[in-house]
């Protein structure tokens, strides 16, 4: 690892999201997702499943004010391995119990994150107020030492961590202090992220190498990341080692999930067998040793947010053989278990990666919370390291399955982002009961909503990073912000046609006067947004201009394939550049170095073509198929535009004009299409189910096909994203 | 219907298989599987789980000895919802007890069967007394009022026909009465047919429309045709009504088998929970009257066996009703749920059909024994109506899956036979656990290898039909045999180059002394085997020649796609024929009607030229890929001869030479190999999961394709029937 290359995201509140296309969603999130939230936490929302989250939280605070902190475990009866536990059939559900999945403390800590985004950079007092409420409920719950989690602190406090495996308390835990930290860092109140530390040092306590401790780890981790984000706030190096003991903890034998099993059988009374499986827990990516992974296995949630945590901690430590296996799992994942939506996990079996190149189109997996996880791979790896592939493939997972995640108008999700539907095999098979045709409301596990939420709400974290003297662009999105560079801040403004066109314009700004300065970057008019429309435009020759040394470093996305322009006020240059201005391109990335002084545009033309693309052989899926992509967006065919029997149509790719397209828009919301030359094969001209292979009856048509990340937007219907090549 | 078009198979004890492909397939069923099924029924395989078949009968009939007939049924422990109970672990089987799946009856019945069809053609006196001595076994556990099944024999017969859906008495009583006609065939014995008898005369009085009577029928169907059977054995209308009471029974409303579930759920003390899917009880196909389906759906071996019961009764009874829904159903498989190796089942969800066009390669169920119950349910069809449609998919059944359910040394077994193996998918994919690379040596759930040895073993069965004045050919298949044919016994030759050549000569006498005829014609040399190489030989005018009026009727396969030559005598003819012999065509079956006298020599040629196939494009599995057939037989590509990273191999089906084969043999068994132009494409060449359409690198390769029925007898290695075609 080069530590030079080392960068941290923007802090959220020094940065103004101003893009067309992103402001839309994070709208979304800010109007209609949260609020919706709030009352699915406190069971409000009419015909959907109780979540019991804050009643939980209410109960468990009651409990702590009577003192019942010791009391003796009662197992509760879980419904199904799912360990969800449900009220008596047609029963109120009784005081003073736990209710709900053993996980549904993390919907609160989901929800106070993503309300902690949009409260850094929107304020919104009533929004406070109600989010500080719920903060005195959730403190109010936990118990003297620290410890809070309401399934035991209801249940009974003597069986706390007795089943790492399957009962996610620290995977709670993790999540609670993801949500405190962003609450704090966009408030300042410190009341939540104050809880959760002492919950950390409560588990610190608990765990760790020393003899009497727990040598364990998250069944489901998050607590790694989180952990490494508290100790880069508070600097107290506790959570950082933490961290680093779960993730070198993980895998080793005798593996302490058998031996807790071994321990509960005792009280249970149950049998216990042991299971000797080597792959058992390949689901909880602990079956082996992290340093020795090098295959993405498992959970696809779980095992994304193991990989984040080891690139923090590997960064955060300098553990170079740590950031190897990171980049092994990485290589495996993009090289041979990556859908081209940007989603993973081909398989409903344990909601898992498949083995290699095992990429089903209709049988597919891809959770939503699994892209958003590997989002947060990508951009770990990238803080290590500034390399194309993380850029991509984060941008790829984002205006992707993490969008399509989401109803266009924000009241709906996917929890499985298919990238083949037939509405009618989604009844008629059972294999693809997971498949949903249409968004659903809300979910009894309703992990994907609340997550897709705070990473939208969380974008500009994404977007760029920062280190002593370079200012990385990773994601073309419109917006403007500061950043320290050379030790003084300087004030930026990214204007961008992204996802829609490949333009992108940066203004920079070296100016004493930067809050000022920002403020009239914001108010540049439109004009300058669309492409080839950039003009030179005069320096303001004030007296604060001061020279800067730093370097500006652009993303070259995969896509354009190296094809772009640079022109800087208005000139266009290309490496080595010139006597002031240095260029130059490393692993994907677009370096401009100089002695900065005073305002600049710099302008970027990425070449965004249409493409056709094919899959590796080995993709057995998607033999005799092409997908399409354009610029950062993966499209796919939708009935809505192609009547039904899209299974009949066959695409031309060599006839493809690959630079035309066309404006439009799906529910209000602008799109482009690409209409495409296809052919419909008449099958039903015959009643043969196998013919000589020979030209079948077809008919030219052209295909329309709309955004992957806008599909189901129009009622039920077919979809598919590999479309047959037809040969002529 | 067209009674005039009505034939009935021969007798299997008139018909000798001298055929060089299919005598070593008979000779391995009565070498190999018979000793081995009947050590299996023992518990004498060592490795093998035990069958507890013998056992249970045995238990039974000391039971009756001991006249506990009243005994109070006790339920015994299943181990899960297949109805499959096992000792105590670690501890021997305990005495009096019934033990397997609630089904294991029928394992005897299909041994019994076997080895009648065996012993009608291969008389063995040593095996003739096995299976007496297992007969007396097996009807010493007959209750006295005819009841006669292990399971409620053992357990308390106060429970009997309480359970129609999940408890396989009818179904075994089915298989019974197979065995029981076939040994009575064989042997002209008929203990167990006199059982077989009683039972059915019991079940006749406790089944019916009138009051008092179980308003039932099975859950597992097979004794429609097993009555029908018995009922053209006996002329016993009761069978037949019986049968066709089981049949017009399934499906009405309210559901028997809910009725009984509620009725359980009184003495079982368990909620009773009404389940009201509509699609509950597709898997029986009893979900609507048989009347009103029209899709084949469920258990596909369950299906097809209704459907050929629903057969039988339709020609029995005239009931053009019922023939209708049998052709819907027909045509509902044939042009949307059948695989290209005669194969059905896509899912192993149930077992069972999947929806419409759903044929997935991988995944595929297509269990050994539905492509037997789908010969069987052809052969019906052709009993009421010769049409091609049935003949070929009967050949492909049986050349293609049923074949492959048994290994080239008859020592191993497929159950579900794949389109599509990766062996390591196999391992690491829970979804493909049901999928096997090899061959296994026996199943707890036993029916696949005892009803492939059943229908090999009376494959003569298959071959041909006759009515009173036209005999059917519908399978090529080396044999002599008589036929009744306008009142007189006339004998025939087959000698047929099938399945590796498409030519067949029938020789004909209609002199009188037929014995010594049918041994004239049996040492008939071997040279007018070969194609091309027929001269006319010289009549034998002898004495006891006499004219007689009927017609010859040859199916035309539909591989052949219309392209035959006819020789009579070594003269070329054509419709309409001569004035002696009228030639003609209808519905895929060639006509020669005369007036016969003395010895002919037909000889066909069929076009045997390599057919590379596509599919429905509704077959989203299929898209870009084709399949290679030549005459009735299916082939594949496999690891063993192309290498392994057969994902990598492309075929270039434009290049093909459709008259080009390979002589060849696998483990010893001449088969003809294919070797068809493809390229490897070099997908390790790069590491790229996606990459721009266009040429990838390729090398120009010949890929060797076998007979889907050899393949997996050459170790463990992948194997796809569908290949992709390159698009150079």
Not at 201 to 229: N, V
Not at 361 to 382: K, P, Q, T, V, W
């Amino acid at each position: 690892m080069d530590t030079g290359r080392f960068s941290k995201p923007l802090e959220l509140k020094d940065i103004r999201i101003q893009d067309d296309f992103w402001k839309r969603e994070q709208e979304l999130v800010r109007k209609e997702v949260i609020p919706y939230q709030w009352n699915a936490l406190n069971d409000n929302v009419p015909g959907a499943a109780p979540s019991f989250c804050m009643r939980n939280f209410k109960a468990a605070a009651k409990l702590m004010r009577e003192k019942k902190e010791n009391a003796k475990f009662i197992e509760p009866r879980y419904t199904y391995r799912g360990f969800n536990i449900l009220p008596e059939k047609g029963k109120e559900p009784e005081d003073n119990k736990f209710y709900g999945f053993v996980f549904q403390d993390s919907d609160f800590s989901k929800w106070i994150e993503a309300v902690g985004y949009c409260l850094a950079t929107n304020p919104d007092s009533e929004l406070e107020k109600t989010a500080d409420e719920a903060i005195d409920i959730v403190c109010a719950a936990q118990a003297e030492n620290g410890y809070l989690d309401t399934y035991y602190i209801i249940g009974g406090m003597d069986r706390i961590f007795t089943n790492l495996r399957d009962h996610h308390e620290l995977y709670c835990f993790g999540h609670l202090l993801e949500g405190a930290i962003a609450y704090y860092q966009a408030t300042g109140k410190d009341k939540l992220l104050q809880a959760a530390k002492r919950y950390a040092d409560f588990i610190a306590s608990k765990f760790g190498p020393e003899e009497g401790k727990i040598h364990g780890y998250p069944g489901h981790e998050i607590a790694e990341m989180a952990l490494c984000r508290l100790y880069e706030l508070t600097s107290e190096k506790r959570y950082l080692e933490l961290a680093k003991y779960f993730i070198d903890e993980r895998g080793k034998q005798p593996y302490i999930f058998d031996e807790q099993e071994k321990e509960r059988a005792q009280y249970t009374g149950e049998d216990y067998t042991p299971n000797n499986d080597p792959k058992r827990y390949r689901y909880h990516q602990a079956h082996i040793p992290v340093r020795e992974q090098d295959e993405a296995v498992g959970h696809a949630v779980r095992a994304v947010y193991l990989y984040s945590g080891m690139a923090d901690v590997a960064r955060l430590t300098g553990d170079d053989e740590l950031f190897k296996a990171c980049e092994r799992i990485w290589n495996n994942i993009v090289e041979k278990k990556l859908y081209i939506t940007g989603g993973i996990g081909g398989t409903h079996l344990g909601e898992a990666f498949s083995h290699n190149y095992d990429l089903p189109n209709d049988l597919a997996y891809s959770e939503s919370c699994a892209a958003i996880g590997l989002a947060f791979f990508a951009r770990r790896m990238l803080e290590i390291e500034p390399k194309g592939t993380y850029g991509d493939v984060m941008e790829m997972a984002l205006y992707n399955t993490v969008l399509a995640g989401m109803a266009l108008d924000g009241k709906s999700f996917f929890y499985v982002n298919p990238l083949e539907v037939d509405p009618e095999d989604c009844i008629q098979d059972e294999r693809k009961h997971h498949v949903k045709p249409v968004r659903q409301k809300w979910f009894g596990c309703a992990c994907c909503p609340p997550n897709i939420a705070r990473t939208v709400a969380s974008l500009g974290n994404y977007a760029y990073t920062v280190s002593e003297d370079c200012l990385y662009t990773h994601l073309y999105v419109g917006s403007s912000f500061t950043a320290t560079l050379g030790g003084r801040e300087i004030a930026f403004k990214m204007e961008s046609g992204f996802p829609w066109n490949g333009s992108a314009t940066m203004h920079v700004s070296t100016n004493e006067n930067n809050a000022a300065e920002t403020a009239a970057l914001a108010s540049l008019t439109e004009e300058t947004k669309k492409a080839g429309n950039i003009e030179n435009t005069s320096k303001t020759e004030d007296m604060g201009t001061t020279v800067t040394r730093f370097s500006l470093s652009f993303r070259i996305p995969g896509w354009c394939g190296g094809k772009y322009r640079l022109l800087i006020d208005g000139k266009e240059l290309s490496a080595p550049g010139t006597d002031s201005i240095k260029i130059s391109e490393k692993d994907g990335y677009l370096y401009l170095a100089s002695d900065w002084q005073g305002e600049y545009e710099i302008h970027l033309e990425f070449e965004t073509k249409i493409r056709a693309l094919f899959s590796n052989p080995l993709v057995k899926e998607n033999t005799g198929k092409v997908a399409f992509t354009r610029g950062p967006v993966t499209y796919c065919m939708e009935a809505a535009d192609n009547g039904s029997d899209l299974w009949e149509i066959a695409v031309l790719p060599d006839e493809l004009d690959s630079s035309k397209t066309t404006q439009g828009e799906i529910e209000g919301v602008p799109v482009m299409f690409i209409d495409t030359p296809a052919v419909r094969i008449h099958s039903k001209s015959t009643s043969a189910l196998y013919a000589d292979y020979s030209a079948a009856e077809t008919e030219k048509i052209t295909a329309r096909l709309v955004p992957y990340f806008a599909w189901a937007n129009r009622g039920e219907g077919q979809m598919r994203v590999w479309i047959p090549a037809h040969n002529a």
